[in-house]
């Protein structure tokens, strides 16, 4: 079997000829194999991301559910935003720092916040605080040399005919986290009422992006309605109040039109699947990390809700992945596929991302691990 047609045996619920194996290497590894600076990738899309995650899927040869990492985007939804430039306001040998501005009646108005694009780490954003850098630059320059790519249904054409067969291609539709960090949970116990509203105009949004999505003659193969940590800064009642709705909607639109639904959501995860499991239509979910960093023990999950999702998981990627021997690997890998490869509606994969040093003989490891233990 393909890639392709492995994946889509297991999101249906039917057998494939072995488990799908897909370590999360959503965007250090595959800008670590470009051997360029990572700004080069981050800021100026040279290549972009998802480019580069697709070139690491065939490098390595895993079964690719490319969650997201392709920006589509809609100018009729009000997506893109052409009223902001990017300027660097710092650059020197180890890091680009940059921020947004926009003009009105002749005044330049910056954004709040600054982008950090580092040689050899992902992008961050932070406060301008935290880089000692003032709120008024004293000097900058419009970035200027970021390499064009198609946008739109063009650009999922293009990401589909790159990855071909190596795997499905998911689009962002939906969201599990209403609440992503403490600024904005501290808006919520300022005025409560006002996350109400905002996640019915949330689901509205949603809705109307899932109907653009189908209506392209290329469609996404799936649909991704998570986000990262829902249960970092958000209570399982918050998320039961205002992202369950969402989830719920967006799972059975994508359900009725024939295409599978995602949630991706690291960190505290075991009331998620429970949740989702029994209240949506959702497909897949994952990373289902183990303590500390979440509270997933994959056998439970398997034995609980493993008829009604697909679950995707779990390897530690720093004890097992980033700091293990290859023997470890393929043990925890055995582990994997004996607690959850019963009956289908698994895919062997990491615990969240792989770090940027993980060794490469690791992730083929696991490669090897599902091809030696998975087999159906």
Known sequence: MTSRERLTKVLKGELPDRVPVAPDTSNMIPAKLTGKPFWDLYLYKDPPVWKAYIDCVKYFGFDSLMDGYVPILFDELGEINNEYKEAIIKQDDESIFTRFYKTANGKRFWDKRLNVYPRVNPMISSTIKKFGLPLEPGSFKDV??????????????????????????????????????????????????????????????????????????????????????????????????????????????????????????????????????????LTVIDPLEIPPMGNCNLAELKQKFGKKLTLKGNLHTTDIMLFGSVNDVLEASKRAINDAAEGGKFILSTGDQCGRDTPFANINAMIEAADKYGRY
């Open 144 to 281: 200027e040399g970021v390499k064009e790519w198609p946008s739109g249904e063009e650009l999922l054409k293009l990401a589909k005919n790159e990855i071909g067969d190596h795997g499905l291609v998911g689009v962002s539709c939906g969201t599990s986290n209403l609440i992503p960090n403490e600024t904005v949970l501290f808006e919520y116990y300022d005025d409560p009422d006002k996350f109400v509203e905002l996640s019915k105009t949330k689901l509205e949004y949603y809705k109307k992006r899932f109907n653009k999505l189908m209506s392209l003659y290329v469609k996404p193969d799936f649909v991704c309605t998570g986000a990262s940590g829902s249960l970092i800064f958000q209570t399982f009642d918050m998320i039961k109040q205002f992202t369950l709705p969402i989830v719920k909607e967006i799972s059975r639109l994508a359900k009725e039109n024939g295409i599978f639904s995602h949630v991706h959501s690291c960190g505290p995860e075991a009331q998620l699947v429970e949740l989702f499991a029994e209240n949506t239509d």
